[in-house]
Antibody
């Protein structure tokens, strides 16, 4: 079955960096767009970034543009999120999600990884 | 950026009742790009509806979506205790994705 497993979360100081990974299995990873979505503690969902199946088209939310970089390695079936210049407001559970092609929807979600930005 | 406003904030109903959740957009949304999600406590969200009215794989037919333009609705026809969750609508447009703030569904 389709499975997404995030890793790389942790506690980091403001201004620091962290790289998240999302290991995909159960589907042809190289054929699908992928997203990162986050959820601050007790809050709603916020889309963060999207990368097309071949890595050639990328979108970011304004809140992370210039600080975060989404990428993928189709040979390793893995999605990444490089997060730099982290702020307290970036504290959240970060989910990776598989795009449902042609619908703009997030078809399958991982279990999430927690990122805490605190001194 | 399109803003999605969900109502009510909290809905409290009894098992077997019908739940109607609303999602209103600040500007017109293509029906092809409107989705609904269910998030149970401590879990990741799950896709319920995409394309405004198409059920995702494995979703019971108690869940249905409708609407167009700026007004969309998620209906749960016969509530079950397991439907306790927060429900989010979401749209895609102009290289950006936004979510509503969520409706919390409580079962009496």
């Amino acid at each position: 079955q389709v499975q997404l497993v995030e890793s790389g979360g942790g506690v980091v100081q403001p201004g620091g960096s962290l790289r998240l990974s999302c290991a995909a299995s159960g589907f042809t990873f190289s054929s699908y767009g992928m997203h990162w979505v986050r959820q601050a503690p007790g809050k709603g969902l916020e889309w963060v970034a999207f990368v097309w199946y071949d890595g050639n088209t990328i979108f970011y939310a304004d809140s992370v543009k210039g600080r975060f970089t989404i990428s993928r390695d189709n040979s390793k079936n893995t999605l990444y999120l490089q997060m730099n210049s982290l702020r307290a407001e970036d504290t959240a559970v970060y989910y990776c999600a598989k795009d449902r092609t042609g619908s703009g929807a997030f078809e399958v979600w991982g279990q999430g990884t927690m990122v805490t930005v605190s001194s | 950026e399109i803003v999605l406003t969900q109502s009510p904030g909290t809905l409290s109903l009894s098992p077997g009742e019908r739940a109607t959740l609303s999602c209103r957009a600040s500007q017109s949304v293509s029906s092809s790009y409107l989705a609904w999600y269910q998030q149970k406590p401590g879990q990741a969200p799950r896709l319920l509806i995409y394309g405004a009215s198409s059920r995702a794989t494995g979703i019971p037919d108690r869940f249905s979506g409708s609407g167009s333009g700026t007004d969309f609705t998620l209906t749960i026809s016969r509530l079950e205790p397991e439907d306790i969750a927060v429900y989010y609508c979401q749209q895609y447009g102009s290289s950006s994705y936004t979510f509503g703030q969520g409706t919390k569904l409580e079962i009496k």
